[in-house]
């Protein structure tokens, strides 16, 4: 269970002056100061916390002076029930400085996430023999989850913020959607067979070639985990905060299709990134869209080895 959190940072308020709130996003408890009641607060995970206002007691008409009295000498003023009054939330920064501050650091970690997936592919494309750039598939995918954990660690942990357990219907849910999506890659499939099979055989030469726990282990289960932080672990958070919730699951589902490269994949890719975006969304866990991924992943294979 993660320690409470402090605001402002490092001065635990005493009892009498805190205000209590839990993150519905990440579970995250905080207190806070009661000075601060009514303002709004980024959570570790980039949702905004609401802080409620403090009730304000009822001025008394002069003629009740016993009962402005008992008012005077009663308790101190408490914050309004935070399950009703205190909602997490994602919405576009009010604050201008703080929205161009906030769209700045989100474009560069965007362009950095793009960068671990597409710059090693393409550089082997140009300095690599074709006949040898497909069987380097692996270590390519192995060196774009190496530069993903490092932009991860270097954009303050928020990547690893959602890796905590998920409902049993959110993994049922994965399962089910993998299946499909499976069935969907398999007409796709079926129609460049019928066209052109230079794709398809040449991915069909590198399962064979690594063998099927490899292949496993480096074409299903390392992409499930890495792109998994990257897109709905780093690349989620940042942008539902600073284009809103609709918005940001859009932009986080396109860059993981250009991840991919344009193909006749493309559209199940998009799909697939769509869904995963809102079972993070819902589910407040990277581990179910993990499970979607690797089961998406491995049928794929099982189904061209």
């Given at each position: ?30 207190s ?7 303002g709004?607060?980024?959570?570790e ?87 040898l ?67 398809t055989s ?21 992409p ?10 780093l ?10 919730k ?23 890719h998009?799909?697939?990134?769509l ?26 294979l099982?189904?061209?080895?």
């Amino acid at each position: 269970m993660s320690p409470k959190r402090f605001w402002p940072k490092g001065h635990p308020p005493v009892e009498a002056d805190a205000i209590e709130l839990s993150c519905r996003s990440c579970g995250l408890s905080w207190s806070i100061h009661k000075d601060l009641a009514g303002g709004r607060l980024a959570c570790e995970c980039s949702a905004w916390l609401q802080v409620p206002a403090l009730v304000q007691p009822n001025y008394l008409p002069l003629h009740k002076p016993a009962q402005a009295q008992a008012l005077l000498d009663g308790p101190a003023p408490r914050p309004l029930s935070v399950e009703d009054e205190v909602v997490a939330f994602m919405k576009p920064l009010e604050s201008y400085e703080a929205n161009r501050k906030e769209s700045t650091v989100a474009l560069l970690q965007f362009a950095l996430i793009m960068a671990c997936f597409l710059v090693p592919g393409l550089i082997v494309q140009i300095f690599v023999e074709e006949e040898l750039a497909g069987l380097l598939l692996p270590v390519l995918g192995l060196l774009s989850g190496a530069l993903v954990l490092l932009v991860g660690a270097l954009s303050g942990g928020l990547a690893f913020t959602a890796l905590r357990s998920a409902k049993a219907s959110a993994f049922g849910e994965a399962a089910l959607v993998a299946v499909g999506m499976f069935t969907f890659a398999i007409l796709l499939v079926k129609g460049m067979e019928s066209g052109s099979t230079g794709g398809t055989s040449e991915f069909t030469e590198l399962i064979d070639f690594l063998g099927p726990a490899l292949s496993l282990f480096t074409i299903a289960l390392c992409p499930a985990l890495f792109e998994e932080l990257a897109f709905r672990g780093l690349m989620h958070s940042r942008a539902q905060r600073v284009l809103g919730k609709k918005q940001g699951l859009m932009v986080t589902a396109c860059a993981f299709m250009l991840a991919h490269g344009i193909s006749l994949a493309s559209p199940i890719h998009l799909v697939l990134g769509l869904h995963l975006s809102w079972l993070r969304d819902r589910s407040g866990s990277l581990f179910p869209g993990m499970v979607e991924h690797f089961v998406y992943n491995a049928l794929v294979l099982s189904f061209l080895y």
